[in-house]
């Protein structure tokens, strides 16, 4: 039997029935919501559907006496304020873009958001970013947390994913999450600014959990990532949701209290926010951003300086091919540079960004292939890379390939 070892090579060991088997740990996703993924599972998914048949399983929902509407899914749709009043104003209803950035609302809930104005459209209903997040702070996002975790979990053992990397405290506390050790779960604490930050250290959450989340902007397909110009088809650059200041107050934060700071950021310039903030504290613990969507070449020489971890989500390459020349024309060519990160020797993990995509690392290694990327680096990163921030233990089951993965990937079987 051939064991992947942590230095990137299989190595022979005698078992009790030597083959000619390939063993690696089992797979992380270094960035997914697990409970929100859970709630696709769930629930009804709106991607590729009419607005004639959202509305329609809107009222059939409504049958049911629920006390909010919750739906996710939709990338474009007329559906507005209007459609959905009309439909009923005495519950609260929201139909959440597949990107988790913008959503649409009905009257019941826009009259409760009253902190976050100027991320509220009030003749669409049309609502974004903190308003989304000041959204679930209020009515709360999940159905049932324990079912959407066995759900999510279920799924993910059986595609052979044994680690990840979650993002899901919105709306709830930690003594809500229902995580058990089937799968390890390396939980980032999502903040809307300093101050919740230092109320979650005062709670005591960084006893438990080892890192910070900040979203600098929002997605590309909800036209909210914050670009250096402006939208090829839109009239502005997108949502800056931090500000360098409040950033490197936080930066600063993680490096003294021995925290990992994850940043999402997806637009050109949002980086740019990223980057001055660690030319000016020149942080030294390991951090890292999350998508990385667009990125120019002085970009990459910084985020290479700095020693800034990258994780990317290859499904998006597909997901966005449809949307990318309209958003952003020439600048196009910048997005996805998996094939220059590689060659730059920065480090890359990779990730689904589930609910947004399915898991599915057989799919994606399949695109980074198509990219140039090699086998070998694909695999060992998403196996061992991943232990450099969580720090667990690669042993808590394994797959088992027929051929050397590193040459062929073909469909393993899942070990414990």
């Not at 649409?104 to 991320?119: A, Q, R």
């Not at 052979?160 to 809500?176: A, M, N, T």
């Not at 898991?359 to 994606?364: A, K």
Request: proline share 3%; aromatic share 12%; glycine share 6%.
């Amino acid at each position: 039997m051939y064991y992947l070892t942590k230095n990137g090579n299989f190595i022979y060991k005698n078992a009790k029935n030597n083959s000619n088997k390939y063993i690696t740990p089992l797979i992380t996703d270094t960035h997914m919501h697990i409970l929100g993924f859970g709630e696709k599972l769930l629930n009804i998914d709106l991607e590729n559907m009419e607005d004639n048949e959202i509305i329609n399983i809107i009222k059939k929902k409504l049958k049911d006496n629920p006390k909010k509407i919750v739906l996710r899914g939709w990338s474009t749709t007329n559906i507005d304020i209007k459609s959905l009043d009309n439909i009923t104003k005495d519950i609260p209803i929201i139909l959440i873009r597949r990107c988790g950035h913008v959503a649409i609302c009905n009257s019941k809930v826009i009259e409760k958001l009253t902190k976050n104005l100027n991320y509220i459209d009030y003749n669409s209903g049309k609502i974004k970013e903190k308003a989304l997040e000041e959204y679930y702070e209020t009515f709360g996002y999940f159905s049932n947390i324990e079912k959407a975790y066995e759900e999510s979990k279920k799924y993910l053992i059986s595609k052979g994913y044994g680690y990840v990397h979650s993002d899901d405290l919105h709306g709830i506390d930690k003594e809500d999450l229902p995580f058990d050790n089937e799968i390890k779960i390396f939980e980032k604490v999502a903040i809307n600014n300093y101050n919740e930050l230092l109320d979650y250290f005062k709670k005591g959450y960084f006893k438990d959990y080892k890192s910070v989340k900040v979203y600098l902007d929002g997605s590309l397909g909800g036209k909210t990532a914050y670009l250096r110009e402006k939208y090829n088809d839109g009239n502005d650059r997108g949502n800056l949701v931090w500000k360098k200041d409040e950033l490197k107050k936080v930066l600063e934060f993680c490096e003294n209290n021995n925290l990992h700071l994850c940043m999402h950021a997806i637009g050109d310039a949002a980086i740019d926010e990223i980057l001055k903030s660690f030319e000016e504290l020149k942080p030294q613990s390991i951090h890292r951003i999350i998508h990385a969507s667009i990125l120019h070449d002085d970009q990459i020489e910084k985020i290479k300086k700095y020693k800034i971890i990258l994780d990317m989500q290859p499904q998006f390459i597909e997901s966005d091919k449809s949307i990318l020349k309209s958003r952003l024309s020439e600048r196009e060519k910048l997005t996805y540079r998996f094939k220059k990160i590689y060659e730059e020797n920065i480090p890359l993990i990779f990730s689904s960004d589930a609910p947004v995509e399915m898991p599915d690392w057989i799919r994606d290694v399949r695109i980074l292939q198509k990219h140039g990327l090699p086998l070998k680096y694909i695999i060992y990163n998403l196996t061992y890379l991943p232990q450099l921030i969580d720090g667990f233990s690669r042993d808590e089951g394994y797959l088992i390939f027929d051929d050397n993965p590193f040459e062929r990937l073909t469909i393993p079987r899942i070990g414990e």
